[in-house]
Every structure is written in structure tokens, then in C-alpha cells.
């Protein structure tokens, strides 16, 4: 996968969440988050199943009204943007997207354009957007397919492509890897890291802690609900902390290049 675009970095300030708590099915899923984004970087937030990763994206991409605390974007309140306008700056890549009716592979990359749309559809330059898309995520040979014929990771790569379409100022996107080959993983998270480069925010939620540690300006740790850990995978990513979070024991190797993680196995039961 290639980069979606060249250009100017986009005027981006900060998505921040301010003491967030926020409760599903009468569980408290959230509990006092404080996080603030910066663009220009590649978050990524980690933790075991049921940790929150999820319901916090869904916080970020103001799709779920938190029980107190704020979510802020430029230093306003997400909550008082209209839909629209917070659709052409926040792009979102859930982690399951259903696609129950027949839809070929641009058209559905072409809804990523809806938040710019006018009155008359598509314009040019939407469609040049499209077409970007669909390079950069490696789906233009299968455009004109219906995705309901593509493989898992072929249509992983598609919904890539319609988060990319929108060329928003931020990209929250729930596990992008699940589905993809070794190979086509690495070559989305280069695509991540790109669009960091150019100035956008990116936000991942990742299970793999050495995919994470790889490509991460930023790690946030998710456990309970609660920030276990904040910052360089170097500082965040300690063997005590993995072996508290997730109960495994691990092999951290720092060096110039990269943060490696070992995974060696469960932690030992007490005695």
C-alpha cells in the first residue's frame, strides 16, 4: 500500500478526552480517562478483551454519549459539531462493518466522500479522491467487483480505502489489521504511518504487541477501563506491566531502530 496523498500538513489541533467516564449495559466501561492526541502521530491503544479499546475509539469518533467528562476537538466540545461537519474531520474504521447488500468495491469507497458531497454527488474531485484510495489501500484491480464476492482481507483493504476516502484530518480505526496477511498488515501500517506524516492523527486499537511497539509514536494502555500506561513503547511497554495487564511474561528489546516484544508465556502461578 501507498501513501493516499501528498500535500500540505492539515491545520490540526488536538482530540482530547477530559475525565471521561462512560457506562455500557449498566457496567462502567470507562472510568475517568484523560488523554489528549496530538496530530502528526501514530497512537495506538492497547489492552486485553473487554479492556475498553473499543467503546474509547467509539468515545473519540463521538458516537457514544459519555456518563461525564468531554471530548473535545480543537478545544471545542465534539458534541456540539454537527454530524457532518465531524464526519470531514474524523474518519472512523470500525471493527465490524457489515455490508449486507450488493455494492461494488468503488461505490463503496465512494461513500467515504458522502461528508463532502454536494447537492449534485460526486464532483471531480471526489472522485480523485476515490481513485487515491483505492491505490493506496491495493484494491484497484477488484473495483468493479461486488465486495460480497471479496476474501476477508480483500475486503479489510476496502474499508480501508473508504476511511482513507474521506481525507480526514483524523483516522480512528478498531483492529484494521484482523483479516489481513502478514504482508498486507505491514503494508497498512506503512499506510498508517504515511498518513501520520502528513499531518493527520492517527488512532489504532492493535492486539499484536510487536506490530504496536513497531509502528507507534504512542502507547496507551487500556486495563479495567483506566490508563495502565502512557507514552514511547520504549517506557510503556514494560515487562512488568504486561505481565500485570495481561498476565504473560515477555522480553523487551530496546534498541535504536525498534522496540522488540517476546512473548514467552503465561505468567508462572503463585506459589
Known amino acids: 500500500m501507498s501513501a493516499i496523498r501528498p500535500g500540505p500538513a492539515p491545520a490540526v489541533q488536538s482530540l482530547s478526552i477530559h475525565d471521561l467516564t462512560l457506562q455500557r449495559g449498566g457496567r462502567t466501561v470507562l472510568d475517568g480517562i484523560g488523554l489528549s492526541l496530538h496530530p502528526g502521530e501514530v497512537s495506538v491503544i ?81 472522485a480523485d479522491a476515490v481513485d487515491r484510495a483505492l491505490r493506496a489501500a491495493q484494491v ?9 464476492d471479496l476474501s476477508g482481507g480483500e475486503r479489510a483493504r476496502v474499508l480501508i480505502a473508504r476511511a482513507l476516502a474521506g481525507e480526514a484530518d483524523w483516522l480512528l480505526a478498531d483492529e484494521p489489521l484482523a483479516g489481513l496477511d502478514p504482508g498486507h498488515a505491514l503494508d497498512a501500517l506503512s499506510l498508517f504511518r504515511a498518513e501520520a506524516d502528513r499531518g493527520a492523527g492517527v488512532v489504532l486499537t492493535l ?11 504512542r502507547i496507551v494502555v487500556l486495563a479495567d477501563g483506566r490508563i495502565a500506561a502512557d507514552g514511547p513503547a520504549a517506557t510503556a511497554l514494560t515487562p512488568e506491566l504486561l505481565q500485570r495487564v495481561y498476565g504473560i511474561r515477555t522480553q523487551v528489546t530496546v534498541t535504536a531502530d525498534r522496540v522488540r516484544i517476546d512473548i514467552l508465556g503465561r505468567q508462572d502461578p503463585q506459589p
Request: a neutral charge.
Open 140 to 148: 484497484t484491480d477488484f473495483a468493479d467487483r461486488p465486495v460480497a
Open 207 to 217: 492486539h499484536d504487541l510487536d506490530l504496536a511497539a513497531r509502528m507507534a509514536d
Open 46 to 126: 492497547i489492552g486485553p478483551n473487554g479492556a475498553g479499546k473499543s467503546t474509547l475509539i467509539a468515545a473519540l469518533a463521538g458516537l457514544l454519549s459519555p456518563h461525564s467528562g468531554q471530548v473535545r476537538l480543537d478545544g471545542g466540545l465534539l458534541s456540539d459539531m454537527e454530524r457532518r461537519a465531524r464526519a470531514r474531520r474524523i474518519a472512523l474504521l470500525p471493527q465490524h462493518t457489515d455490508i449486507a447488500w450488493p455494492i461494488t468495491v468503488r461505490s463503496l469507497v465512494e461513500l467515504g466522500r458522502i461528508p463532502h458531497q454536494g447537492a449534485f454527488g460526486l464532483r471531480a474531485a471526489d
